[in-house]
């Protein structure tokens, strides 16, 4: 079974340039988590969808970050525009509602460079 | 919102001693805890976890320990292998009714020498 699938792996860009991360969930897994890693540091939730539906964003930077599902299925978090402090690692995860307990399963990551 | 404190933050062992990662969280409505793995470079994986019914699970070499009332939880590796050399975080959430995400610990470096 394939995991969840993140692309691209690694970004440099400029300050005030645009990013955008893209994710692939496992296969029937309506749960999808945006979580960012900063150096040293565990995950921080951005972003839950359920299906489609953005049921916690609280931590979302909503003036410059954004995220979408559209079809409840792959999921895409844009940035515009960057900082410097936006520099880390952006986790996709998913989940089944049906799994035991809240096992969540992540993905490679996509590191951001912002400089 | 649940705040997880993780220690040590850096740990170094000799191969084929044991290791012991200790969690402390804050809220009681907590009841899930998994411990997750992430070596350079991937995303982090889940090892093991345990629920709140429980108060220790093990598998083969890793075993983790609850404590309710302190509210305290527990990662134990025995025998360990250059190959456990990774950072391990722990983190807690409540599951069911008042659902809640996962609040990750600041993670452990374990470093196994051969």
């Known amino acids: 079974e394939a995991g969840v699938v993140q692309s691209p792996r690694y970004k440099i860009i400029e300050k005030k340039q645009p990013v955008a991360f893209w994710c692939n969930p496992i296969s029937g897994h309506n749960t999808l988590y945006w979580y960012r890693q900063n150096l040293g540091q565990g995950p921080e939730l951005l972003i839950r969808y359920e299906n489609e539906e953005a049921v916690d964003d609280s931590q979302l930077p909503k003036d410059r970050f954004s995220a979408e599902r559209l079809k409840g299925v792959d999921s895409t978090l844009k940035i515009q525009p960057a900082e410097l402090g936006d520099s880390a690692v952006y986790l996709c995860?998913?989940?089944?509602?049906?799994?035991?307990?809240?096992?969540?399963?992540f993905g490679e990551g996509s590191w951001l460079t912002v400089v | 919102g649940e705040n997880v404190e993780q220690h040590p933050s850096t740990l170094s062992v000799q191969e084929g001693d044991s290791a012991v990662i200790k969690c402390t969280y804050s809220?009681?409505?907590?009841?899930?805890f998994p411990w997750y793995k992430q070596e350079l470079g991937k995303g982090p994986q889940l090892i093991i976890d345990?629920?709140?019914?429980?108060g220790e699970k093990k598998d083969q070499r890793i075993a983790v320990t609850l404590n309710k009332t302190a509210k305290h939880f527990s990662l134990h590796i025995t025998e360990t292998q250059p190959e456990d050399s990774a950072v391990y975080f722990c983190a807690a959430s409540r599951e069911g009714s008042g659902y809640s995400t996962l609040t990750f610990g600041k993670g452990t470096m374990l470093l196994v020498s051969p």
């Open positions: 809220d009681s409505a907590s009841n899930y």
């Open positions: 345990i629920r709140s019914n429980v």
């Open positions: 995860a998913s989940s089944s509602q049906g799994a035991p307990g809240n096992t969540i399963y």
